[in-house]
């Protein structure tokens, strides 16, 4: 629901704006290839770096207090359950580190370029991997996340009733951790032929 | 028809955009069948250990999703470099398939889900409607197959002239 709204309200800025560039003469400035070419590069791979980060830990926080939260409920008939399920917490966590290493592997291209020379065809192919890579190791990282939180959460669950089916559900918890690592391949990926900024 | 004109510097956006859209929402689609049918599948659990095994296949089924989705975007990815050419009209093709694969991915996710949650909390109840929960979910699968069908399809279409 709130993504629809989301979606309607930029539609809903973008088509205002054009119109205002179209109805005052200027309409030949809405222009897509104008927009991107004359962004800063730098400007695409910081968000995106920033974004890798944020939005894995994002994920991991949210798997965490998803997971943490049933841990706690359970664990007050079940204390026997609160050691054995902070595997689980430690599935989470581990989504943001992804996050955090991607980060930290993308920040290794950046270098200082000033002047024009900055917007090469080469900067701006680095720039757009950046950002898009950093997108979508972040988004993974937030599904993976959150995915294995409600897993973790029913394990300890289950867990509490019977100690035999922790072991059971912890399978489906490693199904939903490997859309993390899958992010983090297309991130690796992705970022693998750009050049550092030149 | 030439192309020159169209090898713009900005075309690797629209590709790249192809690869995350093909990676992101498969695996939103997957987390989400993983994570629904996790929770039938514990609740069966609870009731019957046995069962655990064979209902872990919506599960898999989510799995396997994802992988549709990495298979796509190690494509489009393997085909933009900032050495060759890479113009408009293969900014737009990467695109489409990565947007194909990856929301055909979502909707099957989502369908594996729901159904694999319901599947098995029926399957608790009798044994013999296992059969029909694995053709219903095959036939939510197939959904992300189309998708990735297409995009190999279009994948195909790129062309290396500039």
Redesign the interface.
Known sequence: MVLVQLTAALLAFSGIAGLYMVLSGDGHYFDVGRFLTQTSPYSWGFIGIGLCTGLSVIGAAWGIYITGTSILGAGVRASRITTKNLISIIFCEVVGIYGLIMSIVFTSKLSAVSGPELYSKSNFFTGYSLFWGGLTVGLCNLACGVAVGVSGSSAALADALDPSLFVKILIIEIFGSILGLFGLIIGLLVTSKAADFS | MSLSEYC???A??FG??G??AS??FS??G???G??????G???V??FD?TL??KS?IP??M??II??Y??VM??LI??D???AENYSLYNGFIHLAAGSCVGLTGLAAGYTIGVIGDAGVRAFLEQQRIFVSMVLILIFAEVLGLYGLIVGLILNTKTTAEC
Not at chain 2, 34 to 39: E, M, P, S, V, Y
């Open positions: 713009t510097p900005y690797a956006f790249f955009a690869v995350a990676m992101i695996s939103i997957a987390a989400y993983t994570a629904k049918a996790g929770i599948i514990a609740g659990g609870q250990p655990i095994m872990l599960v898999v989510s799995g994802a992988v989705g990495l975007a190690v990815s393997g933009m470099s900032p």
